[in-house]
Each structure stands twice: as structure tokens, then as C-alpha cells.
């Protein structure tokens, strides 16, 4: 059953204006993604980044809290399968499906998730 949908769009350049802001990559990368995050080339960055923001919008979006009091940034994660499709999980609520698609151009990022009850 699905419990919720969510849709997130972000102009790449906001995000490439950031790139360099620890405090701003530390609020909303986990470890694990900014360890990700770090390997990959300047333009790579951007991308990597402005998707993983838009993937945590979105899901608040359909998770219907939005980011705040009950839900942060670095509660929900995003890594890559092996086969690089992105896996979002969110660590306060394992009782979910979570389904996710990231795409980016060289001005947007967007993220369309959907959540289904386990």
C-alpha cells in the first residue's frame, strides 16, 4: 500500500554555491555519503550533492514531516546499489519500502520517491 509520494527539484547552481561549506555538506551528507561525496571530481560534487538534497526533500515531501523537528537531514541516507541505483533509508523508520529516483542536468536536480508500506 502506498502511505506516501513526494517530488523535489533544485537549480544546480544554489548547490554549486555551497560546495566548498563544510558546515552546509556536514548538515546534510551522512557519513557514508560524504565519504562518497569526497572521492568524486568538482563537477561530480555538485551533482552528487544537489540529488542527495533533492532525494531528502522529496522523501520528507511524502513522508509528509518535512525537514525539522521530527526528521533531519542526516536521519535519511542515500548510498548506491551495486548496480548504482540509489537506495534511500531512513534510520528512524524501518517499517517502510522506499523507492526513489534521482535525475540531474547541468541546471536541475530532481528526486521523485514513493513509500509503501512493509
Known amino acids: 500500500m502506498?502511505?506516501?509520494t513526494g517530488i523535489d527539484m533544485?537549480?544546480?547552481h544554489r548547490i554549486k554555491k555551497q560546495i566548498t561549506n563544510d558546515k552546509f555538506i556536514d548538515r546534510i551528507l551522512t557519513i557514508q555519503e560524504k565519504q562518497r561525496f569526497n572521492q568524486l571530481s568538482d563537477h561530480r560534487k555538485?551533482?552528487?550533492l544537489a540529488g542527495r538534497f533533492a532525494a531528502k526533500e522529496a522523501y520528507a515531501k511524502a513522508k509528509g514531516t518535512g525537514i525539522g523537528n521530527t526528521l533531519s537531514w542526516r536521519d535519511i541516507e542515500v548510498i548506491n546499489n551495486g548496480q548504482g541505483k540509489p537506495i534511500l533509508k531512513d534510520m528512524t523508520d524501518e517499517q517502510q519500502v522506499i523507492h526513489l529516483s534521482i535525475t540531474?542536468?547541468?541546471t536541475f536536480a530532481a528526486a521523485f520517491v514513493i513509500i509503501e508500506s512493509k
Open 2 to 4: 502506498i502511505i506516501g
Open 10 to 12: 533544485i537549480e544546480c
Open 46 to 48: 555538485v551533482e552528487y
Open 104 to 106: 540531474h542536468t547541468d
